[in-house]
């Protein structure tokens, strides 16, 4: 079963990086994804110094293996728990 994982990757100006850069570090992730088995990148969210990607995974060493062939750093690596969104108070609510 994949587990799901919060990357935090310091990179120094991630943020102004063109559309171009960032194909290019998308393609970069994805070669080094390539070359494993179990471990899926949903998506990421772009800041000025930091990235915070969502991965899926069997386990961290997995994540720490593609940090090490993409190049790109894992700073902070959290599994979460749980997801909630606006719509959890409904499918939650006890009568």
């Not at 079963?1 to 559309?19: C, Q, T």
């Not at 070669?31 to 088995?37: E, F, M, P, R, V």
């Not at 179990?38 to 800041?47: A, D, F, K, L």
């Amino acid at each position: 079963m994949l587990k799901r994982f919060v990357i935090e990757r310091d990179i120094p100006a991630v943020g102004s990086m063109n559309a171009k850069d960032l194909g290019k570090a998308a393609e970069t992730s994805n070669g080094a994804l390539a070359k494993l088995k179990g471990i899926q990148w949903e998506h990421s969210y772009v800041t000025a110094n930091k990235t915070f990607c969502i991965y899926l995974a069997e386990n961290e060493q997995l994540i720490h293996d593609h940090a090490k062939l993409s190049g790109f750093p894992a700073t902070k690596i959290t599994e979460t728990n749980e997801i909630i969104d606006p719509t959890t108070e409904q499918q939650c609510r006890i009568a």
